[in-house]
C-alpha cells in the first residue's frame, strides 16, 4: 500500500489559517486521499476525501497537487475546536479489502 | 443522530476474563470495523465485517473474535482477556468497501486488563 508522510506536529495561532502538508510519492492513480481527525479523548472523525481535484465543504479544503504526490489540508479559521491528531489516508479503490490504515498524524495545537 | 454507538465506555477485566464489546450502528451501513489504539499510536485493524454474514482478519486478530449480528450490530470478543490487550477499541461504519465513501466511527471503549 501506498504511504504518507506527515510532520508529528504543528502549531497554529486561533482564527488563523492551517495548511496541514502529506506527502505520498507513490500514490497510484486509484488511490483516493482520506482525512481524518481525532479530538482529544475521541474517535476519529471523517473531514474530507479527494481523488484529483481540489475539495471543499463545510470543515475544509483539500488542495491536490498536480501530479497527486502530496496534498494539503486546509482549515480557514483555526479554532481550540480544531486542536487534534489529523491523519492522512491513502485508499485504494482497486483494493476490495482497503481499510483505513492509520499512521502517526500531526498533532495540530491551536494557541489562543 | 446517534451514528456508532459502543458499550460499556469503560471496563477494567482481570487476566483471564472474558467479555464482549458492543457496537451498533443506525446508518444501514453495509460494512463495520473494530479498531484497537494503544497509547500515543495510530488504530490498528482487528477484524472487519465487509456485509452482514461475512468477517475477515485484520492486521491484529489474536486473542479476539467477532460475531456480525445482523446489519446494525456487530461484537467483539475477548475470550481470555490478558494485560496486552488493555487499549482503546473503536467501531467504525461504512456505507459502502469502496474508497470513495469515509468512515464513521464510535466514541471507543477504554478497556484496562490487570
Known amino acids: 500500500d501506498a504511504k504518507t508522510t506527515q510532520p508529528n506536529s504543528m502549531e497554529s495561532n486561533e482564527e488563523e489559517p492551517v495548511h496541514l502538508p502529506c506527502n505520498h510519492s507513490?500514490?497510484?492513480?486509484?488511490?483516493?486521499i482520506h482525512w481524518y481527525r481525532q479530538l482529544p479523548s475521541q474517535g476519529p472523525e471523517y473531514v474530507i476525501h479527494?481523488?484529483?481535484s481540489n475539495v471543499n465543504n463545510r470543515m475544509a479544503s483539500l488542495a491536490i497537487a498536480e501530479d497527486r504526490k502530496s496534498s494539503t489540508l486546509i482549515l480557514h479559521r483555526a479554532t481550540l475546536r480544531d486542536a487534534a491528531v489529523y491523519y492522512c489516508i491513502l485508499r485504494d479503490d482497486n483494493n476490495a479489502g482497503n481499510m483505513l490504515t492509520f499512521g502517526g498524524g500531526t498533532r495540530l495545537m491551536v494557541k489562543p | 443522530n446517534a451514528g456508532v454507538t459502543q458499550t460499556p465506555k469503560f471496563q477494567v477485566l482481570k487476566t483471564g476474563q472474558s467479555m464482549t464489546l458492543q457496537c451498533a450502528q443506525d446508518m444501514n451501513h453495509n460494512s463495520m470495523y473494530w479498531y484497537r489504539q494503544d497509547p500515543g499510536m495510530g488504530l490498528r485493524l482487528i477484524y472487519y465485517?465487509?456485509?452482514?454474514?461475512?468477517?475477515d482478519k485484520g492486521e491484529v486478530p489474536n486473542g479476539y473474535n467477532v460475531s456480525r449480528l445482523n446489519k446494525r450490530e456487530f461484537s467483539l470478543r475477548l475470550e481470555s482477556a490478558a494485560p496486552s490487550q488493555t487499549s482503546v477499541y473503536f467501531c467504525?461504519?461504512?456505507?459502502?468497501?469502496?474508497?470513495?465513501?469515509?468512515?464513521?466511527f464510535g466514541s471507543g471503549t477504554r478497556l484496562t486488563v490487570v
Open positions: 479527494g481523488l484529483t
Open positions: 465485517s465487509a456485509s452482514e454474514g461475512t468477517t
Open positions: 467504525a461504519s461504512s456505507d459502502i468497501q469502496g474508497a470513495n465513501y469515509g468512515y464513521t
Open positions: 507513490t500514490i497510484s492513480g486509484t488511490d483516493y
